[in-house]
């Protein structure tokens, strides 16, 4: 290309309306401010041969204007005949239109041969605007290095863009190539998830993303005994794998047994048949593979290989883990659960039949009867709970025996269980002085969940490991094991303390102490995880409350009670409870337990309290509607007193109860 000619050319097509063709060759001369040329012709036939001489320059040809009507051409002919032509083929196509035929538009579109349009008359503001987004596009794809050339006309929003997206894949081409360089021990690091991630990562990169399948929840991925002809590798979704036992017995496996990596296990055999039975537990898509598209995913990536062989160990061990023996006495056990729960479901049922015929003629006798009643069936299954719960503890010390820092991880497992909760505002500062101390807020976080909260203890848990992630992932999920037990214990003494209160209607024999209320209310929001699952938990203690006197487990059972009305009465979304202790002025113990539900009504805010008295549209809560008439009983009890406000967006129970030293309850 000579020196000081132009690089560019912008080639237009106008009909034989000479005024359109002017206006627009002048528009587009005072936009170009000389960065390029602008050659107006009249005919599709002009177009070409301007178009050939321009190419046989050297010059390049970023945006062509055609007309919908020409002289010799429809318009969107026209644009359609220049994928012919090398000087226009990749020439950004506007077609120039006074009004457009919707079908027109879509066969060009579908042609990529279409990438605007411009109405006649047009403004310069909408002519600059076009100009610059579709040049810069032309240059960044055809000509990077020529952009400087058209510097006066470039769309700098367009052009940062497409930068970053440069960057971006120069950065993942970078992380490709590092993980081409390290073996399948380097995956020792990474979680499963993050492991099989990864696959999906490698064979969508390998194969061009290969289609996916999805199917509902329910349906049926694999039988037993199929013939196996590839994986299927799971993008979305959970399944879940069965067996058929021979008294025609389904026994179902751990989720985590199967992976998201389905039939690996079965082609590395000679007899590739499945072992299980593969269900969607919910809507479930999936990248089928083939022997044969396997084998070219394995050919273009060597990273897939090293993925694929972290994985099938990792299945190997968990299904070691859970081996088939252990699932049957597993599934025993369910089943006599199972039986002991139809019996106490039958009971209750004959209870509350019982309840219905006396509730109007005598309701504390009612009550008595479900003392008597619930007390008897529910004392074997708490017991049965509570000794299930030491067999765990005394298997998982057993099972860990000889395995590498099993007594600290056992240790992790002691203290979890025996350990109370942390308030909110003692973990956060608990957290915030091992920040501080090791200068990795999120490693402090994790680390006081599990009850490590000195750099200290940090470094002699953890310093020395020569794999401390995977070594803080097995404490983490020995705790988590200890918690679990912890709430088993927890749960099994609620039973018995619900018996307790329910007995104490007609004869109260607890032992009056002396405790703490915001660990009853922490063990209450332990034991109703489940139900706060989807709820925003606000907790405000102050740290200078006192303690009170009375029955602990009747308490439990009126902030058990509260908190449940309130996570009934909110929305699944935006559900926020808060949940207040503090000091009165005259030493006494103040909880506010307030939702952000739809709120009472300001005519039943009298009557709550009052027994057989219900808002939960006729189903039976807590005793044919007695829930807050026992919750105002158990705090009257302990010489205390209940109140409630209540607005649209806001209702909060205030319970006050009197510290220890202003007077014991008999």
């Known amino acids: 290309m000579s020196v000081g000619l132009p690089v560019v050319d912008i080639v237009f097509c106008a009909?034989?309306?000479?005024?359109?063709?002017?206006?627009?060759?002048?528009?587009?001369?005072?936009?170009a401010a000389g960065a390029f040329t602008v050659r107006a012709v009249a005919t599709a036939g002009e177009l070409t041969d301007s178009a050939t001489e321009a190419y046989d320059a050297g010059k390049l040809i970023p945006l062509v204007f055609v007309d919908q009507y020409l002289s010799d051409a429809n318009g969107v002919d026209t644009l359609l005949a220049m994928g012919e032509h090398p000087g226009l083929r990749n020439a950004r196509?506007?077609?120039?239109?006074?009004?457009?035929?919707?079908?027109?538009?879509?066969?060009?579109?579908?042609?990529?041969?279409?990438?605007?349009?411009?109405?006649?008359?047009w403004s310069k503001t909408q002519l600059?605007?076009?100009?610059?987004?579709?040049?810069?596009?032309?240059?960044?794809?055809?000509?990077?290095?020529e952009v400087d050339e058209v510097a006066e006309v470039v769309d700098v929003d367009v052009l940062s863009k497409a930068f970053v997206e440069v960057e971006e894949r120069a950065k993942q081409a970078t992380q490709r190539l590092e993980r081409l360089q390290r073996s399948f021990l380097d995956d020792r690091a990474l979680s499963d998830d993050e492991v099989e991630e990864l696959v999906i990562e490698e064979i969508d990169r390998a194969l061009g993303n290969p289609p996916r399948t999805t199917v509902p929840a329910g349906t049926r991925i694999l039988s037993a005994g199929?013939?196996?002809?590839?994986i299927r590798v799971v993008v979305d979704g959970r399944v879940h794998l069965t067996l058929d036992?021979?008294?025609?017995?389904?026994?179902?496996?751990?989720?985590?047994?199967?992976?998201?990596?389905?039939?690996?296990?079965?082609?590395?055999?000679?007899?590739?048949?499945?072992?299980?039975?593969?269900?969607?537990i919910e809507d479930t898509s999936f990248i089928p593979l083939t022997l044969e598209q396997l084998d070219e995913a394995l050919r273009h990536s060597p990273t897939l290989a090293i993925h694929l062989v972290s994985v099938l160990l990792r299945g190997m061990t968990r299904r070691n883990q859970r081996s088939i023996e252990l699932r049957l006495q597993v599934d025993k056990l369910a089943r006599d659960l199972a039986s002991e729960r139809d019996e106490l479901a039958a009971t209750l049922d004959r209870l509350n039949r019982t309840q219905a015929r006396l509730i109007e003629a005598e309701k504390l006798a009612t009550l008595g009867q479900l003392a008597a009643g619930v007390g008897h069936e529910l004392n074997n299954p708490a017991a049965v709970v509570s000794r299930t719960a030491d067999f765990l503890a005394d298997d998982i010390e057993a099972l860990t025996a000889g395995t590498p820092g099993a007594e600290m991880f056992v240790g992790k497992v002691r203290d979890a269980r025996q350990t109370e909760p942390m308030s909110t505002r003692y973990q956060r500062r608990l957290r915030n002085e091992l920040a501080d101390a090791i200068g990795d807020r999120s490693l402090a976080r994790r680390l006081v969940q599990i009850g490590i909260t000195t750099k200290d203890e940090y470094e002699r848990l953890l310093g020395d490991s020569p794999a401390p992630k995977l070594q803080l992932d097995r404490m983490e999920r020995f705790h988590r094991i200890g918690t679990s037990l912890r709430s088993i214990d927890?749960?099994?003494?609620?039973?018995?303390?619900?018996?307790?209160?329910?007995?104490?209607?007609?004869?109260?024999?607890?032992?009056?102490?002396?405790?703490d209320v915001r660990t009853g209310i922490e063990e209450t929001l332990l034991l109703l995880g489940h139900e706060l699952s989807h709820v925003d938990v606000e907790k405000s203690y102050a740290d200078d409350i006192p303690e009170i006197s009375g029955h602990p487990g009747d308490l439990n059972q009126v902030w058990t009670n509260l908190t449940t009305n309130a996570i009934q009465a909110m929305d699944e979304t935006d559900a926020r409870l808060t949940i207040d202790v503090s000091p009165t002025d005259d030493g006494n113990v103040a909880v506010c337990i307030a939702d952000n539900g739809c709120g009472i009504p300001e005519e039943n805010l009298e009557k709550i309290f009052e027994p057989a008295f219900t808002t939960k549209a006729g189903r039976v809560e807590f005793g044919l509607g007695l829930g807050l008439q026992i919750v105002k009983d158990i705090v009257v009890r302990h010489r205390g007193s209940i109140t409630v406000e209540s607005e649209p967006g806001r209702t909060c129970f205030r319970v006050v109860l009197p510290?220890?030293?202003?007077?014991?309850?008999?």
């Open 15 to 31: 009909s034989s309306d000479p005024t359109t063709r002017h206006d627009l060759d002048a528009d587009l001369t005072a936009l």
């Open 659 to 666: 510290s220890a030293t202003n007077g014991e309850i008999e």
């Open 93 to 121: 196509k506007v077609l120039l239109a006074e009004t457009t035929k919707h079908s027109d538009l879509e066969r060009a579109a579908a042609a990529g041969a279409l990438d605007g349009t411009l109405a006649v008359p």
């Open 128 to 145: 600059q605007s076009l100009v610059s987004r579709l040049v810069t596009q032309f240059f960044i794809a055809e000509a990077p290095q």
């Open 490 to 515: 927890a749960a099994s003494q609620r039973i018995v303390r619900l018996v307790g209160s329910l007995r104490a209607y007609v004869r109260s024999d607890e032992m009056v102490e002396r405790f």
């Open 245 to 280: 036992a021979d008294d025609g017995r389904s026994i179902g496996f751990h989720a985590r047994t199967a992976g998201r990596v389905l039939g690996l296990n079965t082609i590395s055999r000679a007899e590739t048949r499945a072992l299980f039975n593969v269900d969607a």
């Open 226 to 230: 199929d013939q196996v002809d590839g």
